[in-house]
């Protein structure tokens, strides 16, 4: 079947710390990648994407790069803001079927 | 551009009553979809649509009914609420027939139901 993983939360960082999450996922074929953020009280958006193996993702300074090899697709930050305070969600998506799998997401909580 | 817009934000409802979570998108994406959010159970697709008038049923649809007269609507009914609903609901849509590998879904705010 298919399903992503995420390391467990809550996360806690200093200002300015490095960021790493860990997902992995299972699926058939060659599904696309992403993660999401969910801040206080909203609807999730958008981070970023990798559709392909080897791709690399990025945004506002967050990356993500798709490992075929070893199924993952970590999301890492080099220096971490207490406006990056939010919900992390990896999910990936499959080439055929209607549906999004989405991991159990990762608090991660940035203290100045 | 309003994007996926969910009414209500808020609410409480008794055992066994009814109910519709109303969801309207105004960016003319063919697929629309009801999430639950759970702690500790990421989301969960309740029920999706790939266009006017087809509606499939997600991982967790019992107890709750979706139709789609309209692009732009997406209602969800519970018919019979029980205290296992409590959560928070979020529709999102995406562009294309169907949820493109290709295309990222877009999130309303979401409702937080309370079932007593």
């Known amino acids: 079947g298919n399903s992503v993983t995420q390391m467990e939360g809550p996360v806690t960082l200093s200002e300015e710390a490095f960021l790493t999450i860990n997902c992995t996922y299972t699926?058939?074929?060659?599904?696309?990648l992403f993660w999401y953020v969910q801040y206080p009280g909203e609807g999730l958006q958008l981070l970023l994407k990798?559709?392909?193996?080897?791709d690399k993702g990025s945004n506002k300074g967050f990356e993500a790069t798709y490992r075929k090899e070893t199924t993952s697709f970590h999301l890492e930050k080099g220096s971490v803001q207490v406006s990056d305070s939010a919900v992390y969600f990896c999910?990936?998506?499959?080439?055929?079927?209607?549906?999004?799998?989405f991991g159990t997401g990762t608090s991660l909580t940035v203290i100045p | 551009n309003a994007g996926v817009t969910q009414t209500p934000k808020f609410q409480v409802l008794k055992t066994g009553q009814s109910m519709t979570l109303q969801c309207a998108q105004d960016?003319?994406?063919?697929?629309m979809s009801w999430y639950r959010q759970d702690p500790g159970m990421g989301l969960r697709l309740i029920h999706y649509?790939?266009?006017?008038?087809?509606?499939d049923q997600g991982e967790v649809p019992n107890g709750y009914n979706v139709s789609r007269s309209t692009t732009e609507d997406f209602p969800l009914r519970l018919l019979s609420a029980a205290p296992s609903q409590t959560s928070v609901y979020f529709c999102?849509?995406?562009?294309?027939?169907?949820?493109?590998?290709?295309?990222?879904?877009?999130f309303g705010n979401g409702t937080r139901l309370t079932v007593t």
């Open positions: 999102a849509s995406s562009p294309g027939q169907a949820s493109s590998y290709n295309s990222p879904l877009h």
């Open positions: 699926a058939t074929g060659y599904p696309s």
């Open positions: 990798a559709t392909k193996a080897d």
């Open positions: 999910a990936l998506s499959r080439r055929t079927g209607n549906q999004f799998y």
């Open positions: 960016m003319n994406h063919e697929y």
């Open positions: 649509s790939v266009g006017a008038g087809i509606t």
